[in-house]
């Protein structure tokens, strides 16, 4: 059903949707009957939701490590273009609406269920959900790397092509670690390296077997979040290289979530982008540095 707004046609939001409104002129709101959409604690503008015809209108998206940080801008991203989201993430006073551990597949079962069944199927999976502890190295395997191989390998049956899914976008959340090592964070490295490695296999295989699933990989370089404070902390065995890491951040600058989710909207929306790993870096004042997708040897034509 779409509602007229000042801004053009919007389908009416949903608490299933989790869009919501906030309009400070009553007057353009008297065709909106639902409390949740004057509610003034609404985090999403109506300026921007501006039209109906957005990029993912109609698209059903699930977002793990979803309630803050990297995760938080990217699910607002995929709200702000039309997608509706199910937000997975973890910890007694973070969960917003599924309690979901990555590192255990009933929960990801679940979370990935429930998701399906509101909406009516997946279309979008981001895998984002991390830690940086490498003191917990182990812990850091299973939740950065099997975290997003479960996930993964759980949407498949929502969303593989071969078995009643529709197709769609799976985009992982790696980091230039995966690309490049961090001498502090060695197992960090290690891991982000798997994530790009697995994501990559699994467009290949994807395409070949015809799932209709793009798989895609966002490699981001520091970005502002609690996972990018009290790093000494984090280094575990490694903390004598913080003064290194530092050296780094100040060579390579900061990112603010919301480029890392513009980066996430391209990979999601462009159709033509399959296996991509795409770098995300400070663009500095002389435009050196910004996004870019890194190109690998091959040794198959
Ligand atoms: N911040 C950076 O500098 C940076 C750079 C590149 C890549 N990344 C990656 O981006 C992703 C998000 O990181 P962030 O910086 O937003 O971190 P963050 O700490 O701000 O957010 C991480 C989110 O993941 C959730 N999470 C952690 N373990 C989980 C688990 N087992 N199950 C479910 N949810 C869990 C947390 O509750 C939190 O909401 C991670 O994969 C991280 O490795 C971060
Ligand atoms: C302390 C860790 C904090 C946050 C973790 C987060 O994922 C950030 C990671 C940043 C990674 C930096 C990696 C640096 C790698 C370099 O060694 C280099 O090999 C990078 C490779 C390609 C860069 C291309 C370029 O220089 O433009």
Not at 264 to 288: A, C, F, S, Y
Request: charge should be negative.
């Amino acid at each position: 059903m779409l509602y007229q707004t000042p801004s053009g046609k919007v389908p009416l939001p949903t608490k299933q949707g989790h869009i919501f409104f906030t309009c400070t002129d009553i007057e353009c709101c008297r065709d909106w009957r639902t409390t949740e959409i004057r509610d003034p604690t609404a985090e999403v503008l109506l300026s921007q939701y501006p039209t109906a015809e957005m990029a993912l209108n109609g698209k059903n998206a699930v977002v793990t490590g979803a309630v803050m940080g990297i995760g938080k801008a990217i699910t607002e991203i995929l709200l702000q273009n039309g997608a509706k989201v199910a937000l997975l993430d973890y910890g007694e006073d973070k969960v917003f609406f599924m309690n979901c551990d990555v590192e255990s597949e009933e929960d990801i079962k679940a979370g990935l269920k429930k998701a399906a069944e509101t909406f009516g199927g997946i279309d979008i999976l981001c895998n984002n959900a991390g830690i940086l502890n490498e003191g917990l190295w182990e812990k850091m395997v299973s939740i950065n790397l099997m975290g997003i191989i479960k996930g993964s390998y759980l949407a498949l049956e929502h969303m593989n092509k071969l078995t009643g899914g529709r197709g769609g976008v799976i985009v992982n959340t790696a980091s230039m670690a995966g690309i490049g090592p961090l001498p502090s964070c060695p197992v960090y490295t290690a891991v982000k390296h798997g994530v790009v490695g697995f994501t990559r296999a699994m467009a290949a295989a994807s395409t070949l077997s015809g799932y209709g699933i793009r798989f895609n990989v966002l490699c981001p370089a520091f970005v502002q979040t609690d996972l990018f404070s009290n790093i000494p902390k984090k280094l575990g065995r490694f903390s004598e290289l913080c003064l290194e890491t530092q050296q780094l951040v100040e060579h390579f600058g900061v990112l603010d979530v919301s480029e890392v989710a513009e980066a996430l909207l391209e990979l999601v929306t462009d159709e033509t982008k399959n296996g991509q790993v795409l770098l995300v870096l400070p663009t500095d004042e002389d435009g050196k540095g910004g996004n870019s997708y890194i190109s690998f040897p091959t040794y198959v034509q």
